[in-house]
């Protein structure tokens, strides 16, 4: 076989777009949606494999801006749209593309890389170690009732529609990105994702709607302090309406606001359940439910981060704990990161350099990954037997200053 991988040019985009429709099934997208995926392809940042004329892989890495602990927001490689020709199965192609992908990205000077996974074990060989879950619950509404903090009646919802709501919908998004781990700030375009509104997106259900929380400002104005957007899928039983309401996205600044959006959800007349498939694992609404055995809780895997660059990557980031420690990190995909390095840090900053010094703690980077943006203990990666303590007392430090001092990790959406 003879292929060549190159850069994406945009003349070519249609054929490689299809190629990874293909790979996943060869389902025919709907002209709006693939005009939104081409409009955010980055054709600088995207490569393909080729047999000829025929396109066979397909590999592309969004500049993402991540939400570390600490608050800052870092550069991060979004990981897209990777897909490989049955045709060219097990013949490199992958593997020829992610050593491409993170050369590039390291060339960017970009620490991170992140994506989210089809088949989880395909990316632990190339270094990216599962960091957040997401949770799936469906609430049964008729049987579950809601203790709401004070306040929440001083909220006052509207209808509105999603698309001209959207920049202030999206200014309550911004507020939330430096407060939590694994959120994304928005690039240009992105805000677009959330209101595809296709029959796709439908499958039976209603056009999307939103609802926005306001509150009095200090000039007497109201101020948008959070949003819903959701779908209703209406349905008869011999008893009744059975209609299921489909949760896209909610987003409030403080208890209240994200109560009274909830409450909303809750009490829409002729359905008996919400839905939703992209919750924090922490989401507040927990704590606020009379029943939790009836909200059919799913935790699922999501973002899966590698470390580009050690170094930079865990300077980046600050630690809930004071902290001294020298890992020695395995990384045979990524040579330049193997060796010792010394992590020192606490809650204003750190630093990561080489050193001679003995190794601490030994893990391999995809171990590093999964704990890096505090969601995974390290304590809990050495009882599984994938970090071993080389100094007593070295795991139980590390392990307390890598977790979150707040909210748990979280990937709002998919890319």
Sequence with gaps: MTTELRALRKEDWNVWYDNLLRAFGGAVEPAEERELWKALTPYDRSIGVWDGDRCVGTAGAFDFRLTVPGGAVVPAAGVTMVGV???????GVLTSMMRRQLDDIRSWGEPLAVLTASEPM????????????????DFDTTRVRLSLPPGTDDVRLRYADPAEVLDVCEAVYARRVPERPGMLERRPGWERVDLLDTERHRDGASPLQCVVAERAGAGGGAEVVGYA??????DWGQAGPEGVVQLSSLEAVDPAARAALWRFLFDIDLTQCVVAHRLPVDEPVLHLVSDIRRCGLRVKDDLHLRLVEVGAALRARTYQAPLNVVFEVEDAFCPWNEGRWRLTGDTKGATCERTADAADLSLCV????AAYLGGVSLTSLAAAGLVRELREG?????STAFLSSGLAPWLPHGF
């Design 394 to 398: 070295a795991l139980a430090e590390a």
């Design 366 to 369: 995809r171990e590093l990954g």
């Design 85 to 91: 020709a049955a045709t060219h199965r097990r013949r």
């Design 229 to 234: 957007r959701f779908r209703i899928k209406p």
């Design 122 to 137: 395909i990316y632990g060989r190339f270094g990216y170690g599962l960091a957040t879950h997401r949770l799936a619950a």
